[in-house]
């Protein structure tokens, strides 16, 4: 953790808020005050906001952080911004604080509030919102606790050198969550579950070995071994016998049953030509057919064309009947025609006459038209009159209906006082019920929560029971494939067993059942690696489960702390978010009234403007009406001139007929102009149509009767008697072709079933037909021995082979146990030693790794010392130290280069301890901050104890920490004068009569 920014309000001696930018100080800087200024506080503050709560003799006062000089319901805060692996994070945090009630008089309590944010693409992302979650949350980012921070990274007054007095039991404690050492201890743990499955194993071995019985030991199995073997020989030579005599009985029943099926198929291919033959008669039928057909698709183009000169003769004499009517039609109209063109020359003469009428009557309607200009001036102007008197009745009315208005709307100075109380009421009693409901959310969520661990608490238990039924399947598949590989190892030695030669193994020489090889001995070997791979990582799957159902308890346990710390008092969800609803409901009510009160307000202001406005336009509107009345009389003399002028009538109805009047018989004089010029027209093209068609025709009809000989020629030729029985004759191509296909195979079938009737008739000739029945009950008979001789075999067989695996498991599970009770007693050592239980001390190998470890630090811490005390001491480890609850390799001693002797650290002064405690915090830091999986120490803070120190070893431990900073910041609080002069980066705290103040020098 390195500081960037810090800012407290109304805490300790800081009254408001002040600001520290770390980034303007070098990485060794003072903070420097009069006693009791506020330096600790600062460093209170730092750890206040990370943690919510201060170290040292302050822990635990975090409600009476809040300055005595600010305001009594002035909120505290502090907010913190800090770098950590990198990474900009920002915490901010409110203590629990005493605050007004919402209702009536008296305080309540407000609790502490939290947020944490990270930055990250330019913007600031909140990763917590609630106390106990952004404890956890910078917990996890720090990776220290708060005691552990405060050891290591704050050194506050009277705790700093608790790290460097407390007994290794403690320092253990700590050292173990800094460094990586569980994982040696864990190592110790599967080193003792190895060594209880082992134990197990041999346990179940020596059970599965009593199982098989006396008779399958080494000693007494070769006698049954033997008489098994004599067994097993002679039922083999009755089942060879018994299959011999079947084989005989199968011969002579093939041989009957190929002469049955000979003269079966005589008797079938005679039946086969019988049929054939009878179907000859349809055979010519359909000959004849197929040969009428071909006739008649030779005749199919011409009877198409005849057919086509018929529909185009058909056509031509309906196009010819058509051109003749519309001809005969035409020659009709001509009578009609004559009497337009005599009434053309009247229609001529009404519209001349129209015209001249027309330009009479637009005269009239230019002067009507005049006299309503005149007309609709005269309205005009008496509108705006009637408007003008209108608007100022109006606004005289206005004026009084506003200033009624107004006085209604100024409210009195006691319904305004009760709005704005009622407000208030309701705002505090909103908050308070928002609050009781945030309690209550939380509280469910937390029992939610603990619901939730409870089952995934469950849920591990149902997954370490499946993962040891893994681990146990696992391990019984190592030993059958352990099993199979001794199978294969006795059948390779069997392979060298020879009649009469003793066995290298139980040295008798018969050998009635050598072992088979039932595989590959390398695949085995593989297969067995592969199985004890899978039996390893079924148990540390096991292991791993264990931790996690571990993990699941302390989070359940936790979540039962937090429940316990929740008010017990809180009233259900629903009752508070019904009193919260009913809060909101009141207070919108309260804001509505006070919102019309205040509109109320505003409105008799804006209504008081109005009133001088209207007075104003009320003079205005007056003068405007008396204007508008002269211009009304002016108006009236206008039209009465106008009118003298018009006449008495409107002349635009008149007009309008007759221009109307005129257009009609101009439209009808087109219309006749037009029909006489078309009928001209139409007689010519009817006349030259008619001829045309009628040449068609006679074209048409001398091309029909010319196909049409040429066609009764041809079916007269082929046999037809007309065109109609050729048509039906004819067939469409694929039938042809089917029907000529069909005869083809009738032909090849009937040559075929000729040939195969005399072929058959051949393979019976003089023969008799055999028993067949008589030889297969014979067969059924010679098999049912051999059945019956095999199973007896097999049981026999069975019986040997099964004794025979009893003695080879008996041996196998011998020597299995052997070597399982070696690796056993090796396990124990290997336990015994990484356990600590060796002669003399005990040292596990967690205890070992954990004490080099310190070994480091120790040896870091060492040689500042050395630095700081001018060479006389040193830090150096107590490898002896065993006394109590001491862990070796924890103890700390002081090497005194003046006496040559090593003393306890609580033997040294107030300043030679000061020093010891900063060189052993420093010598944690580097060894901390240089471990691949540690928690970075990027700063470190020292609160007082430089007092203690003289002139030269105050340099001296001044020179050592600007030595070791190397990108780390190092603060030293101390009201030291000397030290000014020594640190030119200074925070300065001074105090005042209304509180401190900080300023950055340097």
């Known amino acids: 953790m390195k500081p960037r920014k810090l800012s407290i309000t109304n805490i300790g001696p800081f009254v408001g808020t002040v600001s520290i930018d770390f980034s303007t100080l070098d990485e060794v800087f003072l903070v420097c005050g009069d006693t009791g200024a506020g330096k600790t506080t600062i460093l209170d503050c730092m750890a206040y906001a990370l943690y919510g709560s201060a170290p040292g003799t302050r822990g635990g006062r975090e409600r009476d952080m809040k300055s005595h000089w600010a305001e009594r319901y002035e909120e505290a805060a502090v907010e913190f911004e800090f770098e950590s692996g990198g990474e900009r994070y920002h915490v901010a945090r409110k203590p629990a604080r005493e605050r007004a009630k919402a209702r009536g008089t008296g305080t309540t309590d407000a609790p502490a509030e939290a947020v944490f944010r990270k930055h990250g693409e330019g913007a600031w992302r909140v990763l917590a919102a609630k106390t106990g979650e952004v404890d956890a949350e910078i917990q996890r980012v720090l990776g220290f606790t708060k005691e552990e921070f405060w050891k290591i990274v704050l050194l506050p007054q009277g705790e700093f050198q608790r790290f460097l007095e407390m007994n290794s039991k403690e320092r253990g404690e700590i050292l173990e969550k800094l460094f990586p050492v569980e994982i040696h201890g864990a190592v110790t743990e599967l080193a003792k579950a190895k060594l209880l499955r082992a134990e197990e194993a041999v346990k179940r071995l020596d059970g599965d070995i009593a199982a098989l019985g006396p008779d399958a030991a080494p000693d007494a199995a070769d006698a049954s071994l033997e008489r098994n073997g004599r067994a097993v020989a002679a039922a083999k030579t009755e089942l060879d016998a018994a299959r011999a005599a079947e084989s005989s009985a199968k011969q002579s029943f093939d041989r009957a049953a190929d002469s049955a099926r000979a003269f079966d198929a005589a008797g079938e291919a005679a039946r086969i030509l019988s049929v054939l033959e009878s179907q000859g008669p349809l055979v010519e039928t359909r000959e004849a057919a197929l040969a009428a057909a071909s006739r008649a698709r030779e005749l199919s183009p011409l009877l198409d064309a005849l057919h086509e000169k018929a529909l185009a003769l058909e056509s031509a004499g309906k196009r010819a009947s058509d051109a003749e009517r ?43 038209s005049r006299f309503l200009d005149s007309m609709t001036a005269r309205d005009d102007a008496a509108a705006e009159a009637g408007r003008a008197s209108a608007a100022s009745a109006a606004v005289d009315e206005r004026l009084g209906n506003t200033r009624a208005e107004a006085d209604r709307n100024r409210p009195g100075t006691e319904e305004e006082s009760r709005t704005r109380e009622r407000l208030d009421v309701a705002r505090t009693a909103l908050n308070d019920a928002a609050r009781i409901v945030e309690l209550s959310v939380r509280r469910a969520h937390l029992g939610a929560a603990r619901e939730a661990r409870e089952r995934e608490l469950v849920d591990a238990n149902v997954r370490i029971d499946a993962a040891r039924d893994r681990a146990e399947n696992a391990s019984r598949d190592v030993a059958r494939i352990e099993k199979e590989r001794d199978g294969a190892s006795a059948a390779f030695l069997a392979a060298s067993l020879v009649e009469g030669s003793p066995c290298p193994v139980c040295g008798s020489v018969h050998h009635p059942k050598p072992a088979v090889a039932s595989g590959d001995s390398e695949e085995l070997r593989s297969a067995l690696t592969a199985a004890k791979s899978g039996r390893d990582a079924a148990s540390i799957e096991l292991e791993r489960l264990s931790a996690d159902r571990g993990g699941a308890s302390t989070a359940l346990r936790m979540l039962d702390e937090e429940l316990a710390k929740s008010p017990a008092d809180l009233p259900g969800l629903d009752i508070a978010e019904a009193a919260r609803a009913a809060a909101e409901t009141e207070l919108a009510a309260a804001t509505t009234a006070h919102a019309g009160l205040e509109a109320r307000k505003r409105r008799a202001a804006g209504l008081d403007t109005i009133l001088s406005d209207l007075v104003a336009e009320s003079g205005k509107l007056s003068a405007e009406a008396a204007g508008r009345a002269a211009t009304l009389a002016a108006a009236d003399s206008s039209v009465n001139a106008a009118r003298e002028a018009a006449g008495p009538s409107d002349p635009h109805p008149l007009l309008a007929e007759e221009e109307t009047a005129a257009a009609v018989a101009t439209e009808e004089h087109g219309a006749l102009e037009r029909r006489v010029a078309g009928y001209g027209r139409d007689v010519a093209a009817a006349g030259a149509e008619r001829s045309e068609v009628r040449r068609g025709m006679e074209e048409a009809e001398r091309s029909f009767d010319a196909t049409r000989s040429l066609v009764d020629r041809e079916l007269c030729q082929r046999g037809f008697r007309d065109a109609d029985e050729a048509r039906a004759a004819a067939w469409p191509d694929g039938r042809m072709a089917a029907e000529r296909s069909g005869l083809s195979e009738y032909r090849e079938r009937l040559a075929a079933a000729r040939d195969g009737d005399a072929r058959c008739s051949r393979a019976v000739e003089g023969r008799e037909r055999p028993d067949l029945a008589a030889t297969e009950t014979a067969l059924g008979q010679a098999a049912a021995a051999v059945t019956e001789l095999d199973k007896r075999l097999s049981d026999v067989t069975g019986t040997a082979a099964a004794f025979a695996d009893q003695a080879a498991r008996c041996r196998r599970l011998l020597e299995g146990r052997s070597k399982l009770a070696a690796d056993s007693a090796l396990l124990k050592k290997l336990f015994m030693v990484l356990n600590g239980d060796i002669q003399g001390k005990r040292l596990s190998f967690q205890a070992f790794a954990l004490g080099r470890w310190f070994e480091s630090v120790v040896a870091c811490a060492a040689v500042r010392l050395h630095e700081m005390s001018d060479g006389r001491y040193r830090l150096a480890l107590d490898r002896e130290a065993s006394r109590g609850n001491a862990k070796i390799g924890l103890e700390i001693l002081v090497s005194d280069s003046f006496t040559g002797r090593d003393r306890a650290a609580a033997s040294l002064s107030g300043g030679e301890k000061f020093m010891a405690s900063i060189a052993l ?82």
């Open 326 to 368: 519309r001809f005969v039609e035409l020659e009709a109209g001509k009578s009609a025609i004559e009497a337009a063109e005599r009434d053309l020359a009247g229609l001529a003469e009404k519209i001349r006459a129209s015209h001249a009428r027309i330009g009479g009557l637009r005269s009239a309607v230019q002067a009507w």
């Open 921 to 1002: 915090a420093l010598g944690l830091a580097d060894v901390v901050s240089g471990r691949a999986a540690g928690s970075p120490v990027e700063s470190v803070f020292i609160d007082e104890g430089f007092g203690s120190l003289d002139e030269d070893a105050l340099d001296r431990a001044i020179e050592v920490l600007d030595r070791v900073r190397a990108g780390r910041m190092v603060g030293i609080v101390s009201h030291v004068a000397e030290l000014r002069s020594r640190i030119p980066s200074r925070i300065e705290v001074r105090k005042g009569r209304t509180g401190s103040t900080i300023e950055i020098v340097g």
